[in-house]
């Protein structure tokens, strides 16, 4: 399939079905030449959502992520997506027929993003993104949960001031989705696995980090460490 419009549309297609198996609403614009495809709402929220069709290369999905529209007085413009005008980016891989929801402080500003399905064989480490990490039904199952207990929260403390989160906050953060990675974790592991412990850390949850069997370092969220500065402050 080469025609970039069936692409899309197939793409379209295949996340709205996905988003309505598991029970979401869809909604689609009424009118044209909106930023986003789709609106699914997940629990109480409704959600600006791109659609795009990634390419399985080797051991990656490439994305496109940047647009190109035709204007009268400059020619063919190409642009990037931000924050304020998408909320989600949904990835549709034909061959392996799966879903994929990224949160845009992922792919904001940038034309291309790569999802990657193994180890790269270049030995790099650090800063990989992947694909595992935003499967659709994962990605939304722990994005409503959040928003639940968000809800929950404020409900049983009407005085509460907790901010409304972005979808950049609340995306896929919560300490279920690590369960495969370990409290305490080789230096060669935490390297290969850099990304996914930082956001394990975002999470909540601690990291003892080894080398050669012994204890050289420990990954904290921020706000311990915070928290332990201020104690240590106390007379």
């Known amino acids: 399939m080469d025609n970039p419009n069936h692409k899309g549309n197939v793409a379209e297609l295949a996340i709205a079905t996905e988003a309505a198996r598991l029970g979401l609403s869809v909604l689609k614009p009424l009118t044209e030449h909106e930023r986003y495809d789709l609106v699914i709402g997940v629990a109480d929220r409704l959600l600006r959502v791109q659609c795009k069709w990634g390419a399985h290369q080797g051991d990656v999905i490439t994305v496109r992520l940047s ?26 891989c034909q061959e392996l027929n799966r879903c994929y929801l990224l949160p ?3 792919i904001a500003g940038q034309s291309t993003l790569h999802l990657r399905l193994e180890p790269a064989k270049n030995n790099q480490r650090a800063a990989l993104n992947w694909a595992s990490d935003y499967e659709f039904p994962g990605a939304v199952a722990q994005l409503a949960e959040r928003s639940n207990g968000i809800r929950e929260a404020e409900g049983s ?38 990304a996914q412990y930082v956001r394990r850390a975002e999470a909540g949850q601690e990291t003892a980090v080894t080398r050669w069997g012994r204890p050289v370092a420990r990954l904290v969220p921020a706000g311990a460490l915070t928290e332990c500065r201020s104690l240590a402050r106390r007379p």
């Open 67 to 92: 647009s190109c529209y035709h204007s009268p007085t400059r020619g063919y413009v190409k642009g990037t997506y931000t924050a304020s005008e998408v909320d989600l980016f949904a990835v549709y």
């Open 104 to 106: 845009m402080d992922l």
């Open 157 to 194: 403390n009407p005085s509460s001031s907790t901010p409304q989160l972005s979808v950049a906050d609340v995306a896929f953060h919560d300490r279920h989705r690590f369960e495969n990675l370990k409290q305490t974790v080789g230096m060669d592991e935490f390297y290969a696995k850099l």
